[in-house]
């Protein structure tokens, strides 16, 4: 009988009446025959409201106690939905990360699941059960409970799926698929019908926040297909699978967009080797990630232009280290925090010549100034003014042909 991973997001469980209406999806599943593991997120906003709670008390509340504060969250919702399920008169059980237990390794707040004992779920599976677990949650080696990152449960979903070696992870969200730009602000966006992992990838990173990257970083790493689809809906959804299964008629896949970046300029910094190291290292030891990078070229060969860009909650920590680096010099620091990220993906580019030319005219057509480049196997991306986001998404979805 086929195994089933089905994961429910934080609004498809938001309210009483989505989790009766998620007990009755899962009954249907459960019908025809398929033997089911449940995997859900909190209720929409709970995670949020214990966080803001977590910052009354401290704004560096303790990270061990935060874990423990916010896997209450995933208790609530399954065992809510086990009991639904119960109701209905069907045989649904809930566990929770210790009781299965669902181990992990690494910090508190982004920790990985390693390994869940499968004896007593696959035990009650076979008893005709469904096993409900709680997504975003797990416990380290020593006995203690884990998060694992923001929208975790994504994680949680393919890690179970791979451990059970299940058929399929199908992700239900309130979204009935991946789009080819955000369909809040591009009207005109279509579902995309089948994805690679690396251009969903290189979308959910970069600001389509359907699904967690890292979650479907693991379905690439061990080809787990997955299948996003609607709670409300009874629409297709959109299949992310490897690349290979793939045709490709379009050159570009998706337009994504960031609103949190933020750019940071220095002037007149030594033109020699190991100054661009000196100036990223402290930035490294404190986990900013730097994005993207340009160094003009210096014209008498001795004194340069850096410009980066990082997370825009990370400028004030970036440039406060930057001033309180000794081993720099440098003219003038300036900044600017009101910018955004602008991305064409697409797999189909890898044996087209020419995308980002087209990318350019079409920016320079809509008199969009582009303030830095960076460019991948399958993705181009432009730092641009905040201001001209909608107008730049607008043109590049219609640029290339994805109206
Ligand atoms: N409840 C957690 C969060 O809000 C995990 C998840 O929803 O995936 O981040
Ligand atoms: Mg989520």
Redesign the pocket.
């Known amino acids: 009988m086929t195994k089933k991973v089905l994961k429910f997001?934080?609004t498809s469980v938001g309210s009483i009446e989505r989790i009766k209406l998620v007990a009755d999806i899962i009954s249907n599943e459960h019908k025809k025959g398929y033997k089911l593991i449940i995997v859900l997120?909190a209720m929409s906003g709970i995670t949020n409201s214990l966080i803001s709670k977590s910052k009354k008390i401290s704004e560096n509340f303790d990270a061990r106690e935060l874990d423990v504060l916010l896997s209450t969250g995933e208790q609530e919702s399954i065992s809510l939905l086990a009991g639904a399920l119960v109701s209905k008169g069907l045989k649904a059980k809930s566990w929770l990360n210790w009781q299965i237990p669902i181990l992990t390794s690494g910090e508190h707040g982004n920790a990985r699941i390693i390994n869940l004992s499968k004896e007593k779920i696959n035990k009650f599976l076979d008893s005709g059960g469904i096993a409900v677990l709680p997504g975003f949650q797990g416990i380290s080696e020593n006995g203690d409970i884990t998060t694992t990152g923001r929208?975790g449960?994504?994680a949680t979903a393919v890690a179970i799926a791979k451990l059970f070696e299940t058929d399929t992870c199908e992700i239900f969200?309130d979204v009935d698929g991946i789009y080819s730009s955000d369909p809040n602000k591009i009207p005109v966006a279509k579902k995309i019908d089948k994805i690679s992992y690396e251009e969903m990838l290189e979308l959910s990173s970069l600001g389509a926040k359907v699904m967690?990257p890292s979650a479907v970083q693991t379905a690439m790493m061990y080809q787990i297909p997955l299948h996003v689809k609607s709670t409300f809906t009874n629409r297709e959804g959109t299949k992310i699978f490897s690349e290979e299964s793939i045709n490709y008629d379009k050159v570009v896949t998706g337009v994504a967009y960031s609103k949190d970046e933020a750019k940071i300029t220095l002037q007149g910094v030594d033109d020699k080797p190991g100054v661009a190291a000196d100036i990223f290292s402290p930035l490294s030891e404190k986990q900013i990630n730097i994005d993207m990078v340009i160094q003009n070229i210096s014209l008498d060969g001795k004194k340069t232009d850096l410009t980066f860009t990082v997370k825009r909650s990370d400028l004030r920590k970036s440039t406060d280290l930057i001033k309180k680096n000794k081993k720099i010099k440098f003219s003038n620091l300036s900044f600017n925090e009101k910018v955004s990220k602008i991305s064409v993906v697409g797999a189909g580019m890898v044996a087209t010549p020419g995308v980002t030319y087209k990318m350019f005219k079409a920016l320079a057509e809509e008199k969009i100034n582009i303030l830095a480049i960076s460019t991948s196997e399958i993705k181009i991306s432009v730092i641009i003014n905040e201001d001209d986001t909608l107008k730049a998404i607008k043109k590049l979805h219609s640029e290339f042909k994805l109206d």
């Open positions: 997001g934080g997120s929208g449960s994504d969200t967690q």
